[in-house]
């Protein structure tokens, strides 16, 4: 290659041929880390590769209320979907605010137009109004100024939640959960 890796990438993807030792998994990535490994076909599943790559974005795995790792099918970080032909779901509500994504509060750099950010905390505020835009029609956003796709709900814990509207179509159409 001529140079160390991750080199001029920001991900790389191992691809092993096989499974050699302890077989319990089809991919892993590190949170904040540069490279994903796959063993066998799961390198094709693309359910399986958002999953890993957003391990290198700095997502853990996502878990619903009954506090189990991998419970939380609202999104890729909770249980991906294992399949090649399958994968038209996105991360839920509050990985996209971690990432900034659809106008949440993470560290990019990048100017973004449909930027919005929202917060509500129920201790100061009993009941609040909002206009959300979902997933799906997050391209169609073209109000002014935007209409946030993620709220965050603060709570003045160390427990917020995050809304958003995450209807099973476009991008999002084999989200069972939505």
Avoid at 26 to 44: F, K, L, T
Avoid at 84 to 106: H, I, P, R
Wanted: proline fraction near 6%; include cysteine; hydrophobic fraction near 35%.
């Amino acid at each position: 290659l001529g140079f160390d890796l991750p080199g001029p990438f920001h991900n790389v993807m191992y691809i092993l041929e096989g499974c050699y030792i302890d077989c319990g998994w089809e991919a892993y990535a590190y949170v904040g880390g540069w490279n994903s490994v796959y063993q066998g076909v799961s390198y094709a599943a693309v359910g399986v590769q958002v999953h890993e790559i957003g391990h290198n974005y700095g997502l853990a795995h996502s878990g619903g209320l009954d506090g189990a790792e991998y419970s939380d099918h609202t999104g890729m970080m909770g249980n991906p979907l294992f399949y090649d032909e399958v994968g038209k779901m996105c991360f839920n509500a509050a990985k996209n605010w971690q990432l900034s994504w659809y106008g949440g509060v993470g560290d990019s750099p990048d100017p973004n137009p449909y930027k919005v950010t929202v917060e509500v905390n129920p201790l100061l505020s009993f009941s609040s109004t909002f206009t959300l835009v979902g997933i799906a029609e997050f391209d169609k956003n073209v109000a002014q100024p935007p209409v946030p796709v993620v709220i965050k709900l603060e709570t003045g814990t160390d427990q917020d939640y995050f809304l958003a509207f995450n209807r099973a179509t476009g991008p999002n159409a084999e989200n069972v959960e939505a």
